[in-house]
């Protein structure tokens, strides 16, 4: 059974930076993994994905100004957080769903089953 536990979110100013982490336990090492966000009154969206090998994916509105990684025993995902804007303010969420060859993940929230219970991020401008 897979289990996951964001933590590091919290209220910044536009500009700066954050960095969310995700514990997982149980066997996580050959899944994709992923960051999600749901802003306040809207639809969950994907943030960025990875797979086993290390090779990510993000949303366009993203790009450039964050980074998804992991530990190398693969026990503790993370999002690196630049230059934050308010449109970031969100609840984000960890997820894990299973593996499509290991180099390659889907950003559709659909095909990941494990969540974590989400940390919120608050980004005033």
């Known amino acids: 059974q897979v289990q996951l536990v964001e933590s590091g979110g919290g209220s910044v100013q536009a500009g700066g930076s954050l960095r969310l982490s995700c514990a997982a336990s149980g066997y996580t090492h050959t899944y994709c993994m992923g960051w999600f966000r749901q802003p306040p009154g809207k639809e969950r969206e994907a943030v960025g994905v990875i797979a086993s090998d290390g090779s990510t994916s993000y949303a366009d509105s993203v790009k450039g100004r964050f980074t998804i990684f992991k530990d190398n025993a693969w026990k503790n995902l993370y999002l690196q957080m630049n230059s934050l804007k308010p449109e970031d303010t969100a609840m984000y969420y960890c997820?894990?769903?299973?593996?499509?060859?290991?180099?390659?993940?889907?950003?559709?929230?659909?095909?990941?089953?494990?969540w974590g219970q989400g940390t919120q991020v608050t980004v005033s401008s």
């Open positions: 997820a894990a769903g299973r593996s499509y060859g290991g180099t390659w993940c889907p950003t559709n929230q659909y095909v990941y089953n494990y």
